[in-house]
């Protein structure tokens, strides 16, 4: 199981940050857009928000990968109707490549391999 972390800005207003948020509710989620979600091995994902700043939790298994998941999306003409649509509300973060939306983010911690060190 892989775990990958991403963040994203959305434009700094709030009519368009309910507007995005509004889209992304159960009830108004394109169902093409899930499948090509879970038909690339993701079996998890979330979305956090802070002021205008997004956060994604992505859950895939082992085969995953972000190359492989963007050569999917960009032969799937829904996926790239619904980029298009959600490009109206994101904005890249300052040091994203140019065109690059998510950018993934480094872990610097984890709990699991932390070693408490004797400090005696």
Excluded at 49 to 74: V, Y
Aim: hydrophobic share 35%; charged share 30%; net charge negative.
């Amino acid at each position: 199981m892989k775990r990958i972390c991403m963040a994203l800005d959305l434009v700094d207003d709030a009519d368009l940050i309910a507007e995005y948020e509004n889209y992304h509710q159960p009830k108004n989620s394109w169902s093409e857009i899930t499948d090509s979600i879970q038909q690339a091995g993701i079996t998890d994902m979330n979305i956090y928000r802070t002021g205008n700043r997004l956060f994604m939790i992505i859950e895939a298994d082992d085969n995953f990968s972000l190359g492989k998941k963007a050569k999917l999306d960009s032969a799937n003409p829904k996926v790239q109707e619904w980029e298009k649509l959600m490009w109206k509300f994101q904005q890249p973060l300052p040091w994203a490549k140019n065109g690059e939306k998510w950018v993934e983010m480094k872990s610097i911690y984890e709990l699991g391999k932390s070693q408490a060190t004797d400090q005696s």
